[in-house]
């Protein structure tokens, strides 16, 4: 029943997305309006563009995902050693 590229339970997602978003508006009103500290008052601001840069973010990247190709299966890269001049390979300590 679970579909590929589904997001179970979406309206749990998005309801707690909503709330989320509208408890900080209503502590955003209170730190802008009624307390009126200027230093939380620039932290208020500065995340709300954090989170418009944020929300930008991800639409650019979900909007793009769909113009990404499967090319198949990776190039293999062989390496050939010139004889009289081979190229040194550091093996990894562990």
Aim: hydrophobic share 40%; glycine share 10%.
């Amino acid at each position: 029943m679970n579909q590929r590229g589904r997001i179970p339970y979406l309206p749990v997602v998005v309801g707690f997305c909503l709330a989320a978003i509208g408890g900080y508006a209503v502590f955003s009103w209170w730190a802008v309006f009624i307390a009126r500290d200027a230093t939380m008052t620039g932290d208020v601001i500065g995340t709300w563009k954090s989170f418009a840069v944020l929300a930008f973010g991800f639409w650019l990247g979900s909007s793009s995902g769909s113009r990404s190709k499967d090319e198949g299966e990776p190039t293999k890269v062989q390496v050939e050693q010139p004889e009289d001049k081979p190229v040194p390979v550091q093996e990894e300590k562990t």
